[in-house]
């Protein structure tokens, strides 16, 4: 059976989209796979299907070959661009300043108001505080978006939510209004805080800034390798001491609402 190239290309880029597509919704249901082995497969196959119907579209006509190169280069820069990202998911957790029984370190920094805010405010007060990469990061931005949807249960406990990144104070009022966050976004642009707490990823790649959404999930283009926190996440009781701590080995994979419920449960009792 002789396949025409241009129908291998069109294949390859539904290949392709359709996978792309298909992983990116687990990120708002909180279901990004631990082991992104189908992403990875079905990735890898689009990109055969794209240079087989190049290879094959060398034996026709110019134009011909430019309608296979077309689909087939959209289906080798997406599939090869997120098989690549996927290879900087790790960070390097580990050098955190506290642990569970220590008190939080005392911090200033401003919020998305441009008000200071001083951690002294926490005392007195059970506080979630998450340490984030940014706005522009669709896992972040889906993660706060839980906490949203979690802060009636956290209540329940008397829990406040309190959110930093490396974020401007204008980047994170902008992040906090397009995801509708009812909670304090808290800005530390010279990243004091973040190694304050040893939470830093000296290298890791992001962005600044978002540059579109689709269907609530921000997507960033200008990528490039620069220092952030580390998702982290910490559970602090009314007298200031860590009850929980959790970071993430891998950017992309966040505690799941049971996981941060049980750890509600398990410091602040049933």
Known sequence: MNISPFILAVLSLLVVLGTVAQYFSTIPRGKV????????SFLSLGILIALIAIFKSFTGSILSIVAVIIPSAISLFMGFGILW?????????GEIKVKVGDKFLSFET??????????????????????????WCPYCSAELQLFEKMTP????????IVALSKDS??????????????????????LKV??????????????????FTI??????????????????SLLIDEKGVIQWVNQSED????ASNTAVLQAVKDAFGK
């Open 33 to 40: 796979p631990v082991k992104p082995i189908g992403l990875i």
């Open 85 to 93: 990202l996927l290879t900087q998911r790790k960070t390097p957790i």
């Open 110 to 135: 401003l919020a998305s108001d441009g008000v200071k805010f001083n951690s002294d405010e926490l005392f007195g007060k059970r506080t979630l505080l998450k340490f984030y990469r940014g706005g």
């Open 153 to 160: 249960e956290l209540q329940k406990y008397s829990i406040d």
């Open 169 to 190: 104070v204008e980047e994170a009022a902008i992040h906090k209004n397009r995801d509708s966050l009812n909670f304090r976004l808290l800005s530390d642009p010279t």
């Open 194 to 211: 973040i190694r304050q707490y040893w939470v830093e990823h000296h290298k890791a790649l992001g962005s600044t800034t978002w540059n």
């Open 215 to 232: 269907l609530g999930i921000p997507f960033a283009l200008d990528l490039s390798f620069k220092a952030m926190a580390i998702p982290t």
């Open 251 to 254: 950017y992309r994979l966040r």
